[in-house]
């Protein structure tokens, strides 16, 4: 089959769910090149089995709220691929979850764990329940609820979940308790553990810091860095406050943040002690960014929940790191940009960026790089975490850290190397896509037609 045939069964077969269509798109477009050296990859059909989940599961989400309501939900775990390793992957609560976006992100998932060398397969679930309003007491329940029926379809050695946008610490507790208790074992089965029962340092700072660090890869390329380099960072939740943190750290100038309701513009940037402020609004009062800009008397726009052009993108920086959410630049906020010239895009979320904003970053000669490369330093130290339960140690920040450095200069590596192979040179959406390809479609073309 060709690439527009193979697009158009996955079409057919997903009619409704643009967002899994779009990811299927960019992959099926930037691996091409690697099916035509390898007709018998084409043979044995292996981009159209990665494109069909080994296994989805949809189940009724049952719970009571404070007043004693009865609450629906629905929850969700999308096996993709296990070719590699168990499946691995964040949980996400939030209401726009469904099939269409959980597809796209556990495919995205297949390569990104198969970048990172360590051995973990492609998942992701969640469900529609809005974490935003509900108290401390809702969330746990609703977690319990949850995890009464995910527990029958995870285990340490065959799918590990983890957090994603509304699952953070809180909720990666509340579930691991819930499974603890149906289970009546103690085991890795979930990331993003805390301190003292499992958990790994460094998890929590990993996708933010792993962020930068490969950003930082990218510019010594070009014999540059971030030192001195304004930045735009979008989201205000994990990845957005561990990348400032790192922009910070490494010299740099973060200078926005934002949430579904609108963005700050510090044009006098972040320093650590405003960091934390953000992150206690954030992460202990669950408040709006809106404070952060009364409290420190900086800008700050609300946003249309529609909006078509992003004003945050069309600040004069260097560096732009989307951390918020899929689709949150478009190709005029890509115009906007370039106008303004951007050096480097680095995807901190999940596909943040469109089709067309990709082409257009990557014909004017911006940096760019997907979620699957840059953001894959969670995952990765998601990995290290495994590690240290399956082992039971515990390794140092430090430890833990270099390792994380490692891992990113290793995946730039790689992305680099595929992309030259190909004739792409310095294109790190085909590297990036072409080199988890290759490593899962070898592991399934071993382990033959299953
Ligand atoms: P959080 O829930 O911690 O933060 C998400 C942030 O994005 C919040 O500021 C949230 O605003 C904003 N946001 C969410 N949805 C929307 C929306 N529809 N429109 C505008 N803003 C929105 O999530 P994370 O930081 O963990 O995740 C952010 C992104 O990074 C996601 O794409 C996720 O898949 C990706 N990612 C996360 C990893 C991790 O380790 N956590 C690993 C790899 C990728 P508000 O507070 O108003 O909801």
Redesign the pocket.
């Known amino acids: 089959m060709k690439p527009d045939e193979i697009l158009e069964l996955v079409k057919k077969r997903n009619p409704n769910e643009p967002e899994f269509i779009q990811a299927a798109e960019e992959v099926i477009i930037s691996v091409w090149p690697a099916l035509e050296r390898h007709p018998e990859y084409q043979s044995l059909r292996l981009l159209e089995r990665m494109l069909e989940p080994e296994r989805m599961i949809s189940f009724r989400v049952t719970w009571l709220d404070d007043n004693n309501n009865v609450q629906v939900n629905r929850g969700y775990r999308v096996q993709m691929s296990s070719a590699i390793g168990p499946y691995k992957g ?1 949980l ?1 609560f ?1 209401p ?1 979850v469904n099939p269409s976006v959980l597809k796209f ?1 556990a495919f995205e998932q297949i390569f990104k764990n198969a970048l990172t060398g360590i051995p973990m397969g492609g998942g992701k679930g969640g469900s529609d329940f809005d974490p ?1 309003g509900k108290s401390d007491h809702e969330v746990m329940k609703f977690c319990q609820a949850f995890m009464g029926e995910l527990a029958r379809h995870i285990h340490h050695r065959l799918d590990v979940p ?5 699952v ?1 610490g809180r909720e990666i507790g509340y579930l691991f308790g819930a499974y603890k208790k149906i289970k009546n074992e103690f085991t890795g089965v979930l990331t993003g553990k805390g301190m003292g029962w499992g958990g790994s340092l460094i998890r929590n700072e ?2 933010g810091y792993g962020l930068i660090y490969f950003a930082e890869n990218m510019l010594q390329e070009k014999k540059d860095s971030i030192k001195g380099k304004t930045c735009l960072v979008s ?6 406050q561990y990348a400032i943190e790192k922009i910070i750290h490494l010299g740099g100038r973060a200078v926005t943040a ?4 609108g963005f700050i513009y510090d044009a006098a940037g972040f320093t650590q002690d405003k960091l934390e402020f953000l992150k206690d609004l ?1 992460n202990n009062r669950r408040g709006r960014i809106k404070e952060y800009a009364d409290r420190y008397q900086c800008e700050y726009h609300a946003l249309d929940p529609n909006h078509e052009v992003n004003p945050l993108w069309n600040i004069k920086a260097d560096c732009a790191f989307p ?4 689709n ?1 630049v478009s190709a005029k906020d890509a115009h906007n940009l370039v106008k303004n010239g951007i050096k480097v895009l680095s995807e ?3 596909m ?1 960026t469109t089709i067309e904003a990709i082409t257009i970053l990557i014909d004017q000669g911006v940096l760019y790089s997907p ?1 699957k490369a840059s ?1 894959a330093g ?2 990765a130290t998601s990995g290290l975490e495994m590690m240290q339960n399956y082992m039971g140690t515990f390794w140092t920040r430090e430890e833990v850290d270099a390792k994380l450095v490692g891992i990113m200069k290793n995946i730039h590596q790689t992305c680099l190397a595929a992309a030259k192979e190909y004739g792409k040179p310095g294109n790190y959406l085909v590297g990036a896509n072409i080199a988890g390809f290759l490593k899962v479609a070898n592991a399934m073309r071993a382990q033959g037609v299953v």
């Open positions: 964040g996400r939030h726009s992100l935003k983890a957090g994603d946008i509304g953070g990993a996708t989201g205000s939740g994990n990845v957005a934002s949430d579904s309701n954030k951390c918020a959410t899929q949150e901190g979320a999940n943040p979620g953001n969670g995952v």
